[in-house]
Every structure is written in structure tokens, then in C-alpha cells.
Nanobody, 123 residues
Framework: QVQLVESGGGLVQAGGSLRLSCAASGRTFSSYAMGWFRQAPGKEREFVAAISWSGGSTYYADSVKGRFTISRDNAKNTVYLQMNSLKPEDTAVYYC????????????????WGQGTQVTVSS
């Protein structure tokens, strides 16, 4: 069992930055690939970024490539999402997820989810 708690969301102006954190419980964090997803009001959940269990591989949605960076610290059981050059269309609830499968952009391949953190980007 893995419990995930996101933090770091908030209100920021367009062009600004935020860093989201996702703290995981359990001693097997390093066994899991991790992903970030987001869901805007009235829209379906969408993939944002993923990172392999070792941190050696990452993958990004085209909409955030070059602006967002996913990373992890297995010693701290934490995964991060550094978000730069934020745009109003990045406004959403951001969720982290953990999965034993290799890193994936498909939400159904993740086994555990956090409760989400709100990110609001004003224009």
C-alpha cells in the first residue's frame, strides 16, 4: 500500500513558476514509476509527466515539454514537478500517481493516487 500526498499548489500569475511535491508513504517507493496528471474543470484527466523508478527516464506531454520538469528523490520518498512559464491553460487540479508498471501516460496503469493539489494561473 502506498499513500500519496501532494503539496505546493497555489495561485500564480502567467509566466510564473511553482514546484509541486508528492510525498509517498511506504518503504517500496523506489519500486514505483511515478506520474503527474491534471484535470481542469469540465475536462477529462490528462497526462502531464512520468518518471521511471530510478529517475533515469522521463516522459512529458507535448503541452508541457520544455516548461515542466519531473524528478524524484527516492531517499525522501518524494517526486517533484517543477513548473515554469506557467500559462492560464495549466490551471487544473494536479494529481500524482504511483504504479508498478513501467512509466506510463495511461492513468489506468497506475495503482495509487493522491488527493490532488489546485494550481491556478491567472492571466
Amino acid at each position: 500500500q502506498v499513500q500519496l500526498v501532494e503539496s505546493g499548489g497555489g495561485l500564480v500569475q502567467a509566466g510564473g513558476s511553482l514546484r509541486l511535491s508528492c510525498a509517498a508513504s511506504g518503504r517500496t517507493f523506489s519500486s514505483y514509476a511515478m506520474g503527474w496528471f491534471r484535470q481542469a474543470p469540465g475536462k477529462e484527466r490528462e497526462f502531464v509527466a512520468a518518471i521511471s523508478w530510478s529517475g533515469g527516464s522521463t516522459y512529458y506531454a507535448d503541452s508541457v515539454k520544455g516548461r515542466f520538469t519531473i524528478s524524484r528523490d527516492n531517499a525522501k520518498n518524494t517526486v517533484y514537478l517543477q513548473m515554469n512559464s506557467l500559462k492560464p491553460e495549466d490551471t487544473a487540479v494536479y494529481y500524482c500517481a504511483a504504479g508498478l508498471a513501467t512509466m506510463s501516460l495511461r492513468g489506468y496503469e497506475y495503482d495509487y493516487w493522491g488527493q490532488g493539489t489546485q494550481v491556478t494561473v491567472s492571466s
